[in-house]
């Protein structure tokens, strides 16, 4: 599917499985932020919606204003951080390379890369609109070996 091109319609009776959909107060920045920290790629971005990809994987970001009729608006917190309890979680994707972007694309890290002890090394980075991105990979197995010893 060409997602630069793709009607909403199309677009939309396409999705199938579980999906993640964002709000954001700025789609521009979350979307550069997720591109630059994690190496997604970024389609459709405009003031109001981008299509994020990793892989065969999409999910959506929009922004507050499209959601004005919608019942979710009334729950967003009027300060940050959002998304408290939720982790996205990007398997495959580096969390020392991420943790190495974050400072010059305006997030922060919870929790610096560490090797966890259910087999994968992973970060927790803050977006700026408070969301929780965990990249994380398989452990290695030197360093499976070495969280037994």
Request: charged share 20%; proline share 7%; glycine share 8%.
């Amino acid at each position: 599917m060409d997602y630069e091109t793709v009607t909403p319609e199309e677009f939309g009776a396409s999705l199938r499985g579980f999906g993640i959909n964002l709000l954001a107060r700025d789609v521009r920045r979350t979307a550069h932020f997720a591109a630059e920290v994690f190496g997604l790629q970024v389609h459709r971005l405009s003031a109001d919606f981008a299509i994020l990809s990793q892989g065969a994987h999409v999910m959506q970001i929009h922004a507050d204003g499209t959601y004005s009729a919608n019942p979710l608006a009334g729950l967003l917190p009027e300060t940050l951080p959002r998304g408290a309890g939720l982790e996205l979680r990007l398997y495959d994707c580096d969390p020392d390379a991420a943790a190495a972007r974050v400072d010059r694309a305006g997030g922060s890290i919870l929790q610096p890369p560490v090797n966890k002890p259910h087999g994968l090394r992973e970060a927790i980075i803050l977006c700026p609109d408070g969301y929780a991105w965990v990249p994380s990979r398989p452990l290695t197995h030197a360093e499976r070996k070495d969280m037994t010893t």
